[in-house]
């Protein structure tokens, strides 16, 4: 299913505004048979809705007057049969429609899903997870108003009024004109509301994305909150989102009371009011029986009923169109993997990656990454070293193809890297990151999470090669031990070693850490450098490293500085050189 998609787009974001044509060709044609049914159950139940206002005329003008038992009996079974035939089209309206509804909530929730996956890291570096989830889980929900009952119930609320302006006519012309002007000034006042509602409900949504998203940060920066006293800090934070959008409720609530007291006034007021003196004179000169008069009013409450059921379901459409505004906007953007130009398959990679007069910024005119030139052969490890915000990291980066080059060129076996199918690459990555996320759940689910069908004894060898054994030994579910969100209730040193072992089962041709064995305590870190060691050979090796004692044996350290390679070679290269690197390195020993 790819509602709202178009992939064509060149442009990362493109705003749109999702028309009802639009939606009814995306959303409610596909599904014309579930609607086309749901449209006859509620036409059969707003014509068994009409027995009782008519049966009721017959009841007060004939029965009643000849005392016809037998008549007041059949009466009585062809209404009980309408009421019948209400209470089941209703309960299979409910049932069809609200049920595909929430089956199609669930369709756009995953295809969006997949789609914001399917985006770059810069896209997930400019926005809030809170913010992507807010759009993914509450963004869609108005489309159950577009394929559920509200789009059929305004259907049949149309035909219900048409139905009963007929019948009114048929009963007295005039009563039934003196109606219709105050329900079409109705009509002019809701259109006009709806109108100012919409962009309202837009800006709703992005302001609930931005409470969500620093709500949920609050969330999981709990220690730090708490660390330093900062609870209250947050909560006036919040407490102004939360009035933001109390103000963008405020002003969608104006339009809607608008609405409602335009009804009371103009149908349950003026209508109503009139009705009731021009039937009561037309009944006083005997042009009106009373139960054509009762007949009238009821047949009355059935058409302005619908009309004012509109006037909420038409706020429920106008809602549902901003959210799937918004959905489109992702729907829009362009996958890191639909690039045209990338159209190189590789299949068994070596892993010589060559970076080519590379320059990279994050920013417009503000480089972070100078004309940078090295190579990794095959098998090699490279070693990034320098200070923070020297440029190691966007290093790593465009070498795990998070990134992109602003200019120059960088290649993987004489590949172009931009022109390669990121999957092809990536299934042959490995990365272990400073601060290396778990998922909730066991242990053995965050290691067997690149490989779910990996073998027990597979599962072992990655267990014991990162040592993940020497404290799991100690708990009593072993492996199978719940760790909680982000594995908090782990060490930093045993949260890296689960996500080394997890990069070993792995078995990538490519390896990036980044500082791999910062969170580890000397004794783990000797463990965990013999298990590095392993897993390094015979693959290509980025590591980016403060310690510069567990680089020794590196086949090259590229001492980056500003952004630009300041010194290249080996350890001992460097040392006899004694340039930056020694510096660095003669610094930490003395520590």
């Not at 809030?128 to 159950?144: P, Q, W």
């Not at 009963?164 to 005039?174: D, E, K, R, T, Y």
């Not at 060129?409 to 092809?424: A, F, G, Q």
């Amino acid at each position: 299913m790819r509602e709202f998609q178009n992939t064509s787009t060149p442009k990362n974001k493109k705003k749109s505004k999702v028309s009802m044509i639009k939606a009814f060709k995306t959303i409610i044609w596909p599904r014309r048979s579930l609607v086309f049914i749901g449209l006859v159950l509620i036409i059969f139940n707003r014509i068994a809705g009409l027995i009782l206002p008519w049966k009721s005329k017959t009841l007060l003008d004939d029965v009643v007057p000849s005392k016809d038992m037998g008549q007041l009996y059949e009466l009585l079974l062809i209404v009980g049969i309408a009421i019948l035939i209400q209470a089941t089209t209703s309960f299979l309206l409910t049932r069809i429609l609200s049920v595909q509804a929430q089956y199609l909530i669930s369709e756009l929730r995953a295809q969006v899903q997949k789609k914001v996956l399917s985006l770059p890291i810069s896209f997930f570096d400019n926005t809030k997870s809170g913010s992507l989830v807010s759009r993914i889980m509450s963004d869609v929900e108005g489309v159950r108003n577009l394929i559920g009952t509200g789009l059929v119930q305004m259907v049949g609320g149309i035909f219900t009024a048409i139905i009963s302006v007929g019948i009114l006519i048929s009963i007295n012309p005039w009563m039934t004109l003196f109606v219709l002007v105050p329900v079409t000034l109705f009509g002019l006042v809701a259109l006009k509301a709806f109108k100012y509602i919409r962009p309202i409900f837009r800006i709703r949504g992005e302001i609930n994305a931005q409470v969500k998203g620093r709500l949920t940060e609050t969330l999981a920066g709990v220690r730090v909150i708490k660390g330093f006293g900062a609870e209250e800090q947050e909560s006036k934070i919040f407490e102004k989102g939360v009035d933001r959008l109390f103000q963008n409720v405020k002003k969608s609530l104006t339009a809607t009371a608008l609405m409602t007291s335009s009804s009371t006034f103009l149908l349950a007021g003026i209508a109503s009011t009139g009705i009731m003196g021009i039937g009561g004179y037309y009944m006083m000169e005997g042009s009106m029986t009373p139960g054509q008069f009762l007949s009238f009013t009821m047949y009355l409450a059935f058409m302005i009923a619908p009309i004012v059921q509109m006037s909420n379901i038409g706020s429920q459409l106008t809602e549902a169109l901003a959210g799937l505004d918004r959905t489109e906007e992702l729907m829009n953007m362009t996958p890191e993997e639909e690039i045209e130009d990338r159209t190189i398959v590789l299949e068994d990679i070596k892993g010589d990656i060559i970076f080519d007069n590379v320059s990279f910024a994050y920013e417009e005119g503000k480089d972070v990454l100078h004309n940078i030139n090295f190579r990794a052969a095959s098998g090699s490890v490279t070693a990034l070293v320098g200070s923070s915000g020297s440029g190691k990291s966007t290093i790593a980066g465009l070498s795990a193809t998070f990134l992109n080059p602003k200019s120059g060129l960088i290649t993987i076996d004489n590949h172009d890297m931009s022109k390669v199918k990121l999957n092809s690459f990536r299934r042959n990555l490995g990365v272990v990151l400073q601060d290396e996320f778990l998922f909730e759940g066991s242990i053995r689910q965050n290691i067997l999470f690149p490989r779910p069908n990996a073998g027990e004894e597979q599962l072992q060898r990655a267990v014991q090669a990162a040592y993940v054994n020497e404290f799991t030994d100690r708990f009593d579910d072993g492996l199978d031990t719940l760790i909680g969100e982000r594995g908090v209730k782990l060490s930093g040193g045993q949260r890296q070693r689960i996500a080394i072992a997890r990069a070993i089962l792995a078995d990538p041709k490519i390896i990036i850490l980044d500082e791999a064995t910062s969170n580890l305590d000397t004794e783990s870190e000797a463990l965990i450098q013999k298990s590095l060691n392993e897993l390094m050979k015979g693959r290509t090796t980025f590591v980016i490293a403060h310690r510069l004692s567990t680089i020794k044996k590196a086949d090259q350290i590229l001492v980056i500085e500003s952004g630009k390679i300041a010194e290249r070679g080996t350890h001992d290269e460097l040392i006899a050189s004694e340039g930056r690197y020694f510096d660095l390195y003669t610094y930490q020993a003395r520590i």
